[in-house]
């Protein structure tokens, strides 16, 4: 979670000390209590997060697909298999212990997994204004084994937030957006890649960045910074137009008529440098959702 651009006050906190002034400064103290629990926020969407030992587990929210809508939705693991796992859950085990124990799923790409989940999820919430917080007990969940610090969180998402912005606008006004293929996409479809396509199958006018994500079982981010790529390439064409602040991706011209280039130019369907550079390097980036 991170302040982003409503400052994420809320009301709420655990019974003694003053009043964190945000959720980041709750998850702070709860860190340093070493608690274990929940802190469910109320917005729309809000969501739960689960802490273990002062560290963040699992973000579970209607703005993202969380763990069990990737599983199941990618193919990876069944109803019949996820069921399997809430039984462990009900006698006393851990679901995420259960999923690999079955064999449904390998240790190293759960823990990936939920690892994407808990960026995605505190990005989703951070693009609305919380109304309040409530502490609450440990509840069932597909945890990432080892957590994640809090500041961590927040800075992955501080930097998400950013880059949306640079590249587009406002990130909550892209979250509402609607769009569908354009007449360029059809020409250009055996150029792209699967991931691409992919989007441009279930775009149908009526969906927003959220609709998709939840559809092909990917991260909301993920979801937003290939449709800022896909507009750029003149993949898509937005329901409503675009926003009037939107940063203006045309080439700009110097005396003479010579063009002034900002950054390299990538081939269709291929995303800039500095993108493929972070996902080597960040556990958290989209990519890690995707099927």
């Given amino acids: 979670m991170t302040d982003g651009p409503d400052g994420l006050d809320a009301h709420g906190s655990p019974q003694d000390g003053a009043l964190p002034r945000n959720v980041p400064a709750l998850l702070l103290r709860l860190q340093q209590e070493g608690f274990s629990g929940t802190v469910t926020v109320s917005a729309s969407p809000g969501g739960t997060i689960h802490l273990r030992d002062g560290l963040i587990g699992a973000i579970e929210t209607p703005g993202t697909p969380s763990v069990e809508s990737v599983l199941l939705k990618s193919g990876r693991v069944d109803d019949k298999g996820w069921a399997a796992g809430l039984t462990a859950v009900r006698h006393g085990g851990e679901h995420a212990a259960a999923l690999v124990g079955q064999g449904l799923t390998g240790a190293a790409e759960l823990e990936i997994l939920c690892v994407a989940t808990v960026f995605e999820g505190a990005f989703a919430?951070?693009?609305?204004?919380?109304?309040?917080?409530?502490?609450?007990?440990?509840?069932?969940?597909v945890l990432a084994p080892r957590g994640i610090e809090p500041r961590t969180v927040a800075e992955e998402t501080t930097r998400r937030l950013a880059l949306v912005s640079r590249q587009w606008g406002s990130p909550a006004d892209l979250a509402r957006a609607k769009m569908r293929p354009s007449a360029r996409a059809d020409r250009v479809a055996g150029q792209l890649t699967s991931r691409y396509q992919a989007l441009l199958a279930v775009a149908n006018g009526r969906r927003s960045p959220r609709d998709l994500a939840f559809t092909l079982g990917r991260g909301l981010f993920g979801v937003m910074v290939d449709l800022i790529r896909m507009n750029d390439l003149q993949l898509v064409?937005?329901?409503?137009?675009?926003?009037?602040?939107?940063?203006?991706?045309?080439?700009?011209?110097?005396?003479?008529?010579?063009?002034?280039?900002?950054?390299?130019?990538?081939?269709?369907?291929?995303?800039?440098?500095?993108?493929?550079?972070?996902?080597?390097?960040?556990?958290?980036?989209?990519?890690?959702?995707?099927s």
Avoid: K
């Avoid at 919430?125 to 969940?141: K, Q």
């Avoid at 005396?255 to 390299?264: D, H, K, L, Q, S």
């Avoid at 440098?273 to 080597?280: E, I, K, L, N, P």
């Fill in 237 to 290: 064409q937005w329901e409503n137009g675009l926003p009037a602040d939107r940063p203006s991706t045309a080439p700009r011209l110097l005396p003479g008529g010579r063009r002034v280039t900002t950054e390299a130019r990538t081939p269709p369907g291929e995303l800039p440098r500095r993108t493929a550079v972070a996902r080597r390097s960040d556990p958290g980036h989209p990519d890690g959702l995707d």
């Fill in 125 to 141: 919430m951070s693009l609305v204004r919380p109304e309040g917080w409530e502490v609450g007990a440990v509840a069932p969940a």
